[in-house]
């Protein structure tokens, strides 16, 4: 029996002899070789990007994300590039030395200055804070696309995703250009989410939303920085309503919400009543400017003899009093709740502007319009002549630009989430149309 018992031990310890050996086995190399070999794999993922990755960077997780573009070279030279309110809206490009380093695994470090990246951070000023952000990024993930970073200091979320050898580093910028006019060019209005309860998306421009629930006191509101994608928008961190977080936010095919992609039944939509554009035209402040690009032959046909006749009009031998531009604005007075027809004429050092006025009846999505026979002195001037000028003062295809305006019209806009251009269709002749657009500028981040 005795012998059993030690035969039994014998064999329980060569197993657990045997088990030990083998989990050993899990890990064969040392952690520094494995941090090297994380280093030497996140190096060669860095450099693999042909055309370089567009940096989502977050200084703090209280201030605005900011797109960079940076490429990393072999040689261990990393060239930034960024335009944005930081840069004066110009394009500013730099270079700096980049390394991975060991510290408690793999870190990203920009060890010299860089005009572009260091402005976040600067490391040269006295308390090396600059606007508070990093230099130095921990490695989080990596995959063939996509690098999650994490800010060594504030410890902010940073992707690093590459960018398509197909679009280049100024067509990627004016994408995200595009989409920020988008959603938040010409004082756009706020934006609303539905659920159980109401809330209101103020503030949009500055890339820090102010969330307020409606019906709520102001302690009830929280600021949520994003940043603008291509598709969309992607907020610094998950943001949560009615118990669903939500933090990546695509633009829906026909411009009217910006939806979820966490929720699909989570969407932002434009706070106004889109389904009574006639008040939204009234109320606005905004002043609009005809878009020949975008209106009918038979309108342009008339736009195209008032551009001529000013340029004729105005024709002058000297290069500072040629016409540069010819431009028909429209815009609603609060005063005289009348709309303005003006033609403004642009030379080098000079503007001249004349305006007409019409009445209006607005019913929902519809408008009807009519020449009040009014305008200031140069509008009637260049309406109908009127006062007797001599030589005359008249400038043809004005008369027939104020005639088309003045009829009814069925109004809609392509982009609802932020309607930056109004088309108005007539409702006794369908191929009677025009457009008028808004094209006051946004900062961009």
């Known amino acids: 029996m005795r012998i059993h018992n030690y035969i039994f ?5 060569i197993a657990a002899f045997s088990c030990q050996k083998q989990e050993a086995d899990i890990f064969p190399d040392s952690p520094m070789v494995r941090l090297n070999e994380a ?68 870190v990203l470090t920009f060890n010299t200055y860089n005009k572009v990246l260091h402005t976040f951070s600067n490391p040269v000023n006295p308390d090396g804070y600059g606007l508070e952000g990093d ?58 989410l539905q659920l159980t309860d109401k809330y209101i998306f103020s503030e949009g421009a500055s890339h820090v939303f102010q969330i307020l629930k409606e019906n709520s006191g102001l302690s009830s509101s929280f600021s949520a920085p994003f940043i603008v994608t291509r598709s969309g928008i992607r907020f610094h961190s998950p943001v949560e309503f009615d118990g669903k977080k939500s933090q990546i936010f695509d633009l829906s095919a026909d411009k ?13 939509t434009t706070s106004i009543d889109v389904g009574n554009l006639s008040n939204f035209l009234i109320t606005s402040p905004k002043v609009w400017k005809y878009d020949a690009d ?40 609060p005063t005289t709740q009348l709309f303005a027809l003006q033609l403004s004429v642009i030379r080098m050092f000079t503007q001249l502007n004349g305006e007409v006025y019409l009445s209006s009846t607005p019913d929902l999505n519809t408008i009807s319009m009519l020449y009040n026979e009014s305008g200031d002195e140069n509008g009637m001037r260049f309406y109908d002549n009127s006062g007797g000028s001599f030589p005359s003062q008249l400038i043809g295809g004005y008369k027939e630009m104020v005639d088309i305006f003045s009829q009814s019209f069925t109004l809609s806009t392509e982009q609802s989430i932020n309607p930056r251009s109004l088309k108005f269709v007539s409702k006794t002749d369908e191929t009677l149309w025009f457009t008028v657009t808004c094209n006051s500028l946004v900062q961009f981040f």
């Open 135 to 192: 230099y130095e990024f921990i490695i989080m993930q990596s995959s063939a696309d996509t690098i999650v970073l994490q800010g060594k200091k504030r410890a902010t979320t940073i992707l690093l995703t590459k960018i398509p050898t197909t679009i280049s580093w100024s067509n990627y910028r004016t994408a995200l250009e595009d989409m920020n006019t988008l959603l938040f060019a010409n004082d756009a209005p706020d934006l609303s």
């Open 9 to 13: 031990l014998l064999f329980s310890l």
């Open 39 to 106: 280093l030497k794999t996140n190096t060669a993922l860095l450099q693999s990007a042909e055309n370089g990755w567009a940096m989502e960077y977050f200084a703090t997780s209280d201030s605005p994300g900011y797109t960079l573009f940076v490429k990393f070279k072999s040689n261990g030279e990393a060239v930034f590039s960024a335009k944005n309110d930081l840069t004066k809206n110009r394009v500013l490009m730099d270079s700096s030395v980049y390394k991975t380093i060991g510290d408690n695994g793999p």
């Open 256 to 268: 009217s919400a910006l939806v979820s992609r966490e929720n699909a039944e989570i969407k932002l």
């Open 294 to 333: 975008k209106s009918s032959p038979k309108v342009n046909q008339a736009y195209n003899l008032l551009v001529k006749s000013c340029n004729e009009r105005f024709a002058s031998t000297s290069p500072t009093l040629k016409v540069k531009e010819v431009a028909l604005n429209f815009s609603y007075k």
